[in-house]
């Protein structure tokens, strides 16, 4: 096991001895249009639990509704995204860690084509979306385990 691998083994381990539970969120960014893997263009907001595996579903349920209530964005749970290798590795309910992926669509924030230019028109209404996300993660979290 590398070194990541081993600190993020370890970091969770010492929040679940301290809190009783550990929340994971693996934020990734990725174009939206990959024409070699996929038709079409991705959800802005593409969610992934591992078919529910990794996270409890009232978590994914309260995630997924934080998406659908901004109507400018699109979103998916569990789509061409279920959950990359941490969060199948990582997420265990039954232990009371639950981890969920987020892939953000690059669209959401800036040009995907050169000059690949950050767009804070585009960013500002995403991080609150982002925001919102985390903020849900941490109060379902408090709830579950109070």
Known sequence: MGPYHRTLQ??????????GYALLFDAHSIRSLIPHLFEGKLPDFNLGTFNGASCDPQLASRLEAICAGHGGYTHVL??????GHITRHYGNPAEHIHAVQLELAQSAYMEEFEPFRYREDLAAP???VLKELLQGLLAW???RYA
């Open 10 to 19: 370890e970091e969770l381990a010492r929040l679940k001895a301290e809190f």
């Open 78 to 83: 569990n789509g061409r995204f279920k959950g």
């Open 126 to 128: 995403t991080q609150v």
């Open 141 to 143: 979290g408090q709830e």
